[in-house]
């Protein structure tokens, strides 16, 4: 897990026992299987099996087809490629409902596990926002629980909305199109 991330409730209660490759998102598409998701690398959750180490090697060796990329830029080249369905490893994406960030807000304060401090540059935007951030979730459980139920609003991003890798404002649901694929072979080669 990065270290810009703050837990807010446990988020263990939101992992798919089935799934083998857990990965929070940047934006999510309403869909946890969908690969169109935008995921980021900061909050994943994996489980040790033969189908999650073919898909480590797969990507550590796919990054040669990728020079330059950050490993999450890298999955997102590779979720795609026939190898995956291959290998049969079960990939699903985390809800922003509950593991949330700064590029996609989670609207509901009663399901938020976790916040994270993504499409944002600048460890001082990170830490001015995070402090927000936290104060946003005092004020909410300091509610009396009649009013727990009732909509509100975050005050983040705030900082980060400022630096110059936040997101333009989109739709939740407008996600890139399909990555290119690679093959399998070619993501292999040593």
């Known amino acids: 897990q990065d ?16 799934a083998d490759f857990q990965i929070a998102c940047d934006r999510f598409s309403g869909n946890s ?12 959750y994996v489980k040790s099996n ?6 480590y090697k797969f990507w550590y060796n796919s990054r040669k087809m990728f020079p ?3 490993d999450q830029d890298v999955l997102n080249e590779i979720k795609f490629d026939p190898y995956i369905q291959k290998i049969q490893v ?33 460890l001082e935007a990170k830490i001015t926002d995070l402090r927000l951030a936290l104060e946003d979730w005092r004020n909410f459980m300091e509610l009396p629980p009649d009013q727990k139920s009732l909509p509100r609003s975050w ?19 407008s996600l890139p199109p399909a990555a290119p694929k690679i093959s399998a072979q070619e993501g292999n080669n040593q």
């Open 3 to 18: 270290a810009d991330i703050v837990w807010l409730q446990n988020p263990f209660q939101r992992f798919d026992p089935d």
């Open 33 to 44: 299987f969908n690969l169109r998701n935008e995921p980021n690398g900061g909050f994943n």
């Open 50 to 55: 033969n189908r999650t180490i073919e898909f």
């Open 68 to 70: 330059g990329l950050h």
């Open 90 to 122: 079960k990939i699903r994406f985390l809800d922003t409902k509950y593991i949330a960030g700064f590029c996609q807000v989670s609207q509901d304060f009663n399901a938020v596990c976790t916040m994270h401090a993504n499409c944002c540059f600048g």
């Open 155 to 173: 005050t983040v991003p705030k900082k980060c909305r400022e630096t110059p890798f936040h997101p333009p404002d989109e739709s939740p649901n």
